[in-house]
Each structure stands twice: as C-alpha cells, then as structure tokens.
C-alpha cells in the first residue's frame, strides 16, 4: 500500500503544481507582467493592413525613425536627471556649516557607490572636494 500512497501523493503535488502555475501566469498576463505574444509590429501591420510593399518599408523607416528617437529621448532625461539630482545636492551643502559639510560628502554625495547604479553608467561621479560650494551656484559635475 505504500507505493500506491506514494502515487497519489506524487499526482496531488504534481496537481498542486499546475494550478499555482495557472493562477500566477493569469495574474502575471492581468497585471500585464507578461504580455501576449504578438510577433513583430510591421509583419502584423502588414497581415491585418495588407501593406504595399512600398507602405512596408515607409512603415520600418518610421518605426526605426521614432525608437531613435525615443532613445535620445531616454537618455536625454537621464542626462537632465542627474543633473538636476546634482544641483539638488548642491543647494543642501550650501546651507551646511563646513563641519556638516565634511560628513555630507563622505555619506551622502555618493549615492550610487552606497545603493548600486541601476543602469550601470561608467560616468564618473563628483568627489567630495569637487561638491559644489555655498557661494557658487549649484552646478552638476561629470
């Protein structure tokens, strides 16, 4: 009788399995974690539009064209990000005393040696002597 406890046991975790399985992909596909495949944008155009082969090509400049574009986009935020992170941090050292401002630039003008740099730039942050003064305008260091 063991093995035959054994089969049962091994069928309702096997069982377990595939319903925790369904319920987290039908969460993921609502929450829109996963997305449904769909294939590539220009061939799905092309088979719901019926594209002339002229309007096919039109089509990928434009495409190609615009994710250029929004990566320049992309990156000209994180430039302006920074920059405007920086200046943030300027203006707070420039209320500091000199002895507050010694231990804001150990601990805080460093923010991305202490939590990670999430996108993995090589930029190369200001040191603690380059932090922008009280009596000059806050500006971002690269």
């Known amino acids: ?5 054994n089969i049962w046991f091994g069928l309702v975790v096997a069982v377990s399995c595939l319903l925790i399985g369904f319920a987290f992909s039908t969460l993921a596909y609502r929450y829109h974690y996963l997305g449904v495949p769909r294939g590539d944008l220009i ?4 088979r ?3 594209l002339t082969p002229a309007q096919r090509d ?7 064209d615009t994710r250029f574009k929004v990566m320049q986009a992309r990156q000209d935020f994180d430039h302006q990000r920074h920059n405007l992170f920086w200046q943030g941090l300027g203006q707070i050292r420039g209320v500091l005393t000199p002895d507050q401002q010694k231990i804001f630039d ?3 003008t460093h923010p991305w040696d202490h939590h ?3 996108h993995g730039s090589d930029e190369q ?3 603690p002597e380059a932090a922008p003064s009280a009596s000059s305008p806050a500006a971002p260091q690269h």
Do not use: T, Y
């Open 58 to 64: 039109q089509v990928g400049d434009i495409l190609r």
């Open 1 to 5: 009788m063991p093995a035959k406890s």
């Open 48 to 50: 719901e539009l019926d």
């Open 43 to 46: 061939d799905r155009m092309n």
């Open 116 to 118: 990670g740099h999430e």
């Open 125 to 127: 942050l200001p040191s």
């Open 106 to 108: 150990r601990d805080f």
